[in-house]
């Protein structure tokens, strides 16, 4: 019997040892897993069943010392990774936030941090003040010293521009050669000009690389930040004013100006219409007679572009050809205007020369001559009644080069006139090197002619060069008798002027050429009274 008890009493503890075992197995699962020693511990307990109860005490205890050194090891592990991972998300985050070239603040952050300005300030607070600057001059650094010269001097503005904003400013590098500067909160309009004062003078100092030295300046714009302000929207207007600093001469601030701003959005807004008009040919030809005066009649036209708007209302040609200059969309709107001209003027009654304007952008324009061509033989418009007119303006810069163009011109049939003679300063040397046709006298000579003894003089010597150049002569600006009987006398063979008519639309030259002309202004019989004789 007791040795029956004692072998159940042997039995009940190998179950008990073994159900620890077991249970310390799953608890060192994650270890014994990695380690593959799993099976092998099993396979020893299964192996050691005849040990005696305080063997397999023993191995239990260590089991659990193992299993004690395990907690402790898995604990410092996780936290261990958990240090790394926190690291690596600082680290990534500080990356997503600065311009890995200069360690300052990039775009994004900058905006962050200004959005939050914006929004923790009430409508009594006073604003705060941002600087957006761009440097001038800084694209030859790349070209002139390499790009390892231009990336260290990013790197020494943005360190110049840390020094004066100190700690209590924000710098940031926005992209490029494009920096910003949230001014200290306890600055005031007057602080903030000076600030961008001294921006603009440490920025112009020269920066030294060994035996080299850079120069380059800054433009920067100032604007207001204030509460509940749209930061994109302030961006922009700080980028508008850095414009105005570029566009009055660069190496200065300007402050945003709203009014200026809303011209320019008006401006934008006019530029759009207008690509739209033009495409759907709504930039109509309007004609001012030219006219013969000893005959008396009507030989040509000038084509005046004019615009409808259907919300504006009339635009001034003043505005929008302007507009169209300074968005590159003028080559695009003389063609589509000379085209209409062409179709219209091929129905009129009469063959009148058509007088084209082209301006100095355009007679840069490398394809002017062959569009004036495909205008040309699109339309079946003759080319002997075309007369292309380029301002003294458009030719200066480079006679040879103009020679050139004004050849491939007078090469399609058409005839060349300068325009507004007498206000260029080498018209001479024009009418010398150039081959033109004709020559028109600048309005401001010829209205009130006969009240100005100074004019006179130049409209005379001017008819007298042109006779002597076989040139044609058209006076423009005629508005009076008194104009017209002057040019008449100089012997000007061609008028143009409100004395006869201002521009009109084409479906009304056909009415002046029936003979709305009869009443036409003649010449004073006597000219005493006007010449002076």
Same mark, same amino acid.
């Given at each position: 019997?007791?040795?029956?008890?004692?072998?159940?009493?042997?039995?009940?503890?190998?179950?008990?040892?073994?159900?620890?075992?077991?249970?310390?197995?799953?608890?060192?699962?994650?270890?014994?897993?990695?380690?593959?020693?799993?099976?092998?511990?099993?396979?020893?307990?299964?192996?050691?069943?005849?040990?005696?109860?305080?063997?397999?005490?023993?191995?239990?205890?260590?089991?659990?010392?193992?299993?004690?050194?395990?907690?402790?090891?898995?604990?410092?592990?996780?936290?261990?990774?958990?240090?790394?991972?926190?690291?690596?998300?600082?680290?990534?985050?500080?990356?997503?936030?600065?311009?890995?070239?200069?360690?300052?603040?990039?775009?994004?952050?900058?905006?962050?941090?200004?959005?939050?300005v914006a929004q923790a300030l009430s409508p009594s607070d006073a604003p705060r003040y941002i600087a957006l600057m761009d440097l001038d001059k800084f694209n030859p650094v790349n070209s002139l010293h390499g790009h390892e010269i231009g990336d260290a001097t990013l790197q020494e503005v943005a360190e110049r521009l840390k020094l004066e904003a100190q700690a209590s400013g924000t710098v940031a590098r926005l992209g490029g050669d494009e920096f910003a500067v949230l001014l200290d909160e306890t600055a005031n309009a007057v602080q903030a000009?000076?600030?961008?004062?001294?921006?603009?003078?440490?920025?112009?100092?020269?920066?030294?690389?060994?035996?080299?030295?850079?120069?380059?300046?800054?433009?920067?714009?100032?604007?207001?930040?204030?509460?509940?302000?749209?930061?994109?929207?302030?961006?922009?207007?700080?980028?508008?004013?850095?414009?105005?600093?570029?566009?009055?001469?660069?190496?200065?601030?300007?402050?945003?100006?709203? @009014?200026?701003?809303?011209? *320019?959005?008006?401006?934008?807004?006019?530029?759009?219409? #207008?690509?739209? =008009? /033009? +495409?759907? %040919?709504?930039?109509?030809?309007?004609?001012?007679?030219?006219?013969?005066?000893?005959?008396?009649?009507?030989?040509?036209?000038?084509?005046?572009?004019?615009?409808?708007?259907?919300?504006?209302?009339?635009?001034?040609?003043?505005?929008?050809?302007?507009?169209?200059?300074?968005?590159?969309?003028?080559?695009?709107?003389?063609?589509?205007?000379?085209?209409?001209?062409?179709?219209?003027?091929?129905?009129?009654?009469?063959?009148?020369?058509?007088?084209?304007?082209?301006?100095?952008?355009?007679?840069?324009?490398?394809?002017?001559?062959?569009?004036?061509?495909?205008?040309?033989?699109?339309?079946?418009?003759?080319?002997?009644?075309?007369?292309?007119?380029?301002?003294?303006?458009?030719?200066? @810069?480079?006679?040879?080069? *103009?020679?050139?163009?004004?050849?491939?011109?007078?090469? #399609?049939?058409? =005839? /060349? +006139?300068? %325009?507004?003679?007498?206000?260029?300063?080498?018209?001479?040397?024009?009418?010398?090197?150039?081959?033109?046709?004709?020559?028109?006298?600048?309005?401001?000579?010829?209205?009130?002619?006969?009240?100005?003894?100074?004019?006179?003089?130049?409209?005379?010597?001017?008819?007298?060069?042109?006779?002597?150049?076989?040139?044609?002569?058209?006076?423009?600006?005629?508005?009076?008798?008194?104009?017209?009987?002057?040019?008449?006398?100089?012997?000007?063979?061609?008028?143009?002027?409100?004395?006869?008519?201002?521009?009109?639309?084409?479906?009304?030259?056909?009415?002046?050429?029936?003979?709305?002309?009869?009443?036409?202004?003649?010449?004073?019989?006597?000219?005493?009274?006007?010449?002076?004789?």
């Amino acid at each position: 019997m007791q040795v029956l008890s004692r072998l159940k009493a042997k039995l009940r503890w190998h179950h008990l040892v073994h159900g620890g075992i077991f249970l310390t197995a799953i608890a060192l699962f994650p270890i014994l897993g990695e380690l593959d020693l799993f099976e092998a511990f099993y396979d020893f307990s299964r192996a050691h069943e005849d040990w005696e109860l305080d063997e397999l005490a023993v191995l239990v205890l260590l089991l659990t010392v193992a299993l004690l050194f395990s907690v402790i090891y898995q604990a410092r592990h996780l936290r261990r990774m958990a240090r790394e991972k926190e690291a690596m998300r600082q680290a990534a985050s500080a990356k997503a936030r600065h311009d890995p070239m200069t360690g300052v603040l990039n775009r994004r952050a900058f905006k962050e941090i200004a959005r939050g300005v914006a929004q923790a300030l009430s409508p009594s607070d006073a604003p705060r003040y941002i600087a957006l600057m761009d440097l001038d001059k800084f694209n030859p650094v790349n070209s002139l010293h390499g790009h390892e010269i231009g990336d260290a001097t990013l790197q020494e503005v943005a360190e110049r521009l840390k020094l004066e904003a100190q700690a209590s400013g924000t710098v940031a590098r926005l992209g490029g050669d494009e920096f910003a500067v949230l001014l200290d909160e306890t600055a005031n309009a007057v602080q903030a000009e000076r600030a961008a004062q001294r921006l603009v003078h440490e920025i112009a100092q020269p920066f030294f690389f060994g035996e080299k030295a850079v120069f380059i300046g800054a433009s920067v714009g100032l604007v207001a930040l204030r509460y509940g302000d749209d930061i994109t929207e302030v961006m922009r207007r700080a980028d508008k004013a850095m414009g105005v600093a570029k566009a009055e001469g660069r190496g200065r601030f300007s402050w945003y100006d709203a @009014d200026q701003d809303r011209q *320019a959005m008006d401006r934008e807004t006019i530029a759009a219409d #207008l690509r739209d =008009a /033009i +495409a759907h %040919d709504q930039v109509a030809p309007w004609f001012q007679p030219i006219v013969e005066i000893d005959a008396n009649h009507v030989s040509g036209v000038e084509i005046l572009a004019r615009w409808f708007h259907p919300e504006r209302g009339s635009i001034p040609p003043g505005v929008f050809i302007e507009i169209a200059e300074d968005s590159g969309q003028i080559g695009t709107l003389g063609l589509s205007v000379l085209r209409q001209a062409c179709v219209q003027a091929k129905d009129w009654a009469r063959p009148l020369t058509l007088s084209f304007n082209v301006s100095g952008v355009q007679f840069k324009d490398p394809n002017l001559v062959p569009s004036i061509r495909m205008v040309l033989e699109g339309t079946g418009f003759p080319p002997e009644r075309l007369i292309v007119e380029v301002t003294e303006s458009s030719v200066i @810069d480079d006679f040879g080069e *103009a020679r050139a163009k004004l050849e491939e011109l007078k090469a #399609l049939g058409v =005839a /060349i +006139a300068l %325009d507004d003679f007498g206000t260029g300063y080498s018209s001479l040397t024009a009418l010398q090197n150039l081959p033109f046709d004709r020559l028109k006298i600048d309005r401001s000579f010829v209205t009130n002619i006969a009240k100005r003894a100074e004019c006179q003089k130049i409209v005379s010597g001017i008819v007298s060069l042109a006779q002597g150049l076989h040139l044609e002569v058209t006076a423009e600006g005629i508005e009076t008798v008194e104009d017209l009987a002057y040019v008449s006398y100089l012997q000007c063979q061609r008028g143009q002027g409100f004395l006869f008519e201002k521009a009109v639309p084409g479906d009304q030259v056909g009415e002046l050429l029936d003979g709305a002309w009869q009443d036409l202004p003649t010449v004073p019989v006597s000219l005493a009274k006007v010449v002076g004789t």
